[in-house]
């Protein structure tokens, strides 16, 4: 970030990704799949059921964005293709259970969460900048106990250039003066680079394979890593973002 | 709404709801919810099948919220109560596939309602304000055609008097300059008029019966009925909103 290593004041903007950056939530969905996976095991091999189900869910995309009830309804489609429509009634009760159970999962923030966004609110505006589903969202926003660090909170179906160049319009913030903290290249990382932001990556030990991706040497230069969220303020403090 | 008819401009801001204010939703799910009624009535009196699935519904609007996905998979639930989980793969199956053809049901504007939009769009700002699931709505407004008229786009989780009051401090708007267009007392109408806002009643020849209410005979004396939105322009040219 060469080119930005002179600016000699905080981001304008900070915005941090929530699932998996602030708290978890990819290992609700690991778990749910492999209770999925179990359920059918009678029918159908384990690596068998769990690719149909990434390919039910990504055909179903289009129709239901992401969330917990679209993937509840992912994981009936793809128990009723599997046994050729021979699954039991017990057998989709389990699967809805599952799905309101993942609604109603924890929300604890991860290590370093909660003293970071204190410290950063004192000096810098934070914004919460998460895609999915607006309900299941909000209701984690709340649950998480988090909310009060946020001056702003956006809940978009989509993170893309398009997504982040229209928010930055819309609050009057240029790129140079954003930052974006996430775990996910593909949804936090790339698109804000490309745009001009910065972007500090925060790897989660798993990711969706969906959000996958595999950024070239070039990306690899325009953004920071860190291995958690506790590193952040000296980061910024070292003014190299 | 006596105290504000010495108004000499248009409100600053006047928002819409969708459905069934802009186009047609509700309709969807009456057919939809024929249709499950229908594919159960060998097992049961499609009267109590309604009945039941409301309740579903209702019971679940705390985990779900608002929204296609959340209504199928309350059909799906209500399948397998009413058949004590005898519901066969093909029935669940149908039921996957009404939520489907709901997600992609025809979005055609109302009478009157494309050349209100490009009439009033050229003198007032002009918001869509939409309670439900992100990702439908979003969509919806793509499909509509509609969405260039308005300045502003908001999707809310839930319309009551918090909600309007947090959106009209972040636009910096005061209640008394803000006029809101909609279908439902319950979230259009009752909430803006308590806050001290202007309301527009278009009632539409269905409302969802977790949407009835019944105003009190001083509620009806702050907001103005009109039989379809050909008349919103007459009305707020007369200044009396």
Known sequence: MGEHSAHSAMPALIAFDADDTLWENEIYF???KDRFKDLLASDCDPAWTERELYETEMRNLSHF???IKGFTLSMVETALDLTKGAVTGQQIRQILDYGKEMLQMPIEPLP?????LAHLSRTCPLMLLTKGDLFD????IARSGLADHFTHIEIVSEKNEGTYAALLQRHGIQP???CMVGNSLKSDILPVVALGGHAVYVPYYTTWLHERVEPSEAERQRYHQISHLGELPRLLAERVC
Chains 1, 2 share one sequence.
């Open 176 to 178: 140079a003066d954003f």
């Open 137 to 140: 969202q909000e209701a984690k």
């Open 112 to 116: 370093h969460v909660e003293e970071v």
């Open 65 to 67: 964005g992401y969330g």
């Open 30 to 32: 690991e778990t749910a």
